[in-house]
């Protein structure tokens, strides 16, 4: 992960960005944002994410977190890599992805032409990474991330839209914000 900036300060809460290569609109598949879910549960139960504030859009995904114990760096490194692996895996045996076809050749070519991939890329190699080290940077970041959907114009309140910590049962634990 050799980006400009890096979630490496330990201890230090973070907004970062995950964005699907080519803003391909993956999570619009049920069985795609359930797989992403499962996903950083897992990290949140075995490698100390801690998330304050989320969103999953269509082809992006906002955190506010941190990690407990170690680099969020090296965390969203490995998440960016498992996940990738696994909704590939999932888009190609999709009887129900109408895009399969095209996105596999659109990931293939993505991977083709990046020095950290073999076969296919997923996710843009960047994250984004802004330390939010004062209360009111991470009051704007959280209250970006829960109007994100709101200025897509997919809901008309943050609290309506499903995959966000501002739904009140939003599918992901948050520790201590909300």
């Known amino acids: 992960m050799s980006e400009i900036r890096k979630a490496n300060v330990e201890g230090a809460t973070y907004f970062v960005t995950f964005t699907v290569v080519g803003w391909v609109d993956v999570f619009t598949r049920k069985e795609l944002a359930d797989e992403l879910v499962r996903n950083i549960r897992y990290c949140q139960e075995q490698k100390g994410l801690e998330l304050f504030a989320y969103v999953i859009m269509s082809n992006h995904v906002h955190f506010v977190s941190r990690r407990r114990e170690g680099l969020l760096s090296e965390l969203l490194r490995d998440f960016k890599s498992f996940t ?43 994250s984004h990474p802004t330390e939010l080290y004062t209360q009111p940077v991470f009051d704007k970041k959280v209250n970006y991330i829960h109007m994100n959907p709101v200025m897509s114009g997919i809901v008309s309140k943050p609290e309506h839209y499903l995959l966000s910590s501002a739904h009140p049962d939003g599918p992901l634990d948050l520790n201590g914000y909300g």
């Open 84 to 126: 990738a692996k696994q909704l590939l895996h999932l888009i190609a045996a999709l009887p129900n992805e109408s895009r399969s076809e095209w996105m596999m050749r659109h990931f293939g070519h993505a991977g083709k032409t990046s020095a950290q991939n073999k076969n296919y890329a997923f996710w843009i190699k960047d």
